[in-house]
């Protein structure tokens, strides 16, 4: 089992950035992979970055101005937001998965509101 809980959102205005912070407990070596998603109102959960021991991926809609790390020990993930636009609002999730158990594990969400 893995516990997840984000924080770090809040309101801010066009062109500034947060850090969100997912801080994870439970059998976190058996993480394989951790993902940052979003839902904007009224929209579906979109996929927003992962990060393995392989690297990192991205998607178009926030490559070079998004960037996912990881502490070395493991259990706090993170999203640097920069350059942030009003499209950008959203909840934001972090996500663990573990393949040998095909099991996905999920935080509850903190809100990201850009606005002036």
């Known amino acids: 089992q893995v516990q997840l809980v984000e924080s770090g959102g809040g309101l801010v205005q066009p062109g500034g950035s947060l850090r969100l912070s997912c801080a994870a407990s439970?059998?976190?070596?058996?993480?394989?992979?951790m993902r940052w998603y979003r839902q904007a109102p009224g929209k579906g959960r979109e996929w927003v970055a992962t990060?393995?021991?392989?690297?990192?991926a991205y998607a178009d809609s926030v490559k070079g101005r998004f960037t996912i790390s990881r502490d070395n020990a493991g259990n706090t993930l993170y999203l640097q937001l920069s350059s942030l636009k009003p499209d950008d609002t959203a909840v934001y999730f972090c996500?663990?998965?573990?393949?040998?158990?095909?099991?996905?594990?999920w935080g509850q969400g903190t809100q990201v509101t850009v606005s002036s």
């Open positions: 996500n663990a998965a573990v393949v040998r158990s095909g099991v996905d594990y």
């Open positions: 439970g059998s976190v070596l058996s993480i394989d992979a």
């Open positions: 990060i393995t021991s392989g690297g990192t």
